[in-house]
């Protein structure tokens, strides 16, 4: 069964201290692994896709990275604006009658000023 | 913006009512998937269709019901709904089964009285 899971469960951050959260995989056929950030209330917002061991995708304060088991969440010199709940995705090879996007349980940050 | 579009966006009704979640996904994708998101839950997977045609289900109540129709929009439909039902119920839609992210709308907030 296709398993994802995050750590830790929740961070909180001065501003400016820098730290990364880690999602942990168990997949079939990974076909590709997403980074979501989710506000209160709203609905979860793409970030990033990861679909191969080694590489690695920027945006401004973000960096995310990929190995064959795990995936981790960079974050350097964090602002308030960034206090989210962070998602991790993989999607398995698709099979009829099978959930192939599978979600973590998240990480929820928060950057104190 | 994501360009998933759910209606309404708060919807409140009593216990043993029935309501129609509707979901428009961005324009050109052919995949619908339905999650559930209780107070400070993760994202409960219900039900994922492609191009019309139902893909997985999970775990997805008997009195709950979903279809994608020939214009791609999907509606999910909750029936004698009880108290648990409360809940955020996304939509999110994606332009094929593979190597493609989900984009999410921002949900409809669901109230059982």
């Known amino acids: 069964e296709d398993q994802v899971t995050q750590s830790p469960e929740a961070l909180r951050l001065q501003e400016g201290e820098s730290s990364s959260l880690n999602c942990s995989y168990t997949?079939?056929?990974?076909?590709?692994l997403f980074w979501y950030r989710q506000d209160p209330g709203k609905g979860p917002e793409f970030l990033f896709t990861?679909?191969?061991a080694g590489e690695e995708k920027e945006k401004e304060r973000l960096k995310a990275t990929l190995t064959k088991k795990e995936s981790f969440l960079h974050i350097t010199a964090p602002k308030p604006e960034d206090s989210a709940t962070y998602l991790c995705a993989v999607q398995a090879e698709p099979v009829k009658r099978r959930q192939n996007f599978v979600f973590g349980p998240g990480t929820r940050l928060s950057v104190l000023p | 913006d994501s360009g998933v579009t759910q209606t309404p966006k708060h919807l409140i009704t009593a216990t043993g009512q029935r309501v129609t979640l509707r979901c428009s996904p961005r324009s050109g994708d052919l995949s619908v998937y339905w999650y559930q998101q209780s107070l400070d839950q993760g994202l409960q997977f219900l039900i994922q269709?492609?191009?019309?045609?139902?893909?997985a289900k999970g775990n997805i109540l008997e009195r709950f019901s979903a279809q994608q129709f020939p214009d791609l929009h999907s509606e999910l439909n909750l029936s004698s709904l009880e108290l648990g039902d409360s809940a955020l119920y996304f939509c999110?839609?994606?332009?094929?089964?593979?190597?493609?992210?989900?984009?999410f709308g921002n949900g409809t907030r669901l109230t059982v009285t």
């Open positions: 990861l679909y191969s």
């Open positions: 997949v079939s056929g990974l076909r590709g």
């Open positions: 999110a839609s994606s332009l094929v089964e593979n190597n493609s992210p989900l984009h």
């Open positions: 269709y492609y191009n019309g045609e139902e893909r």
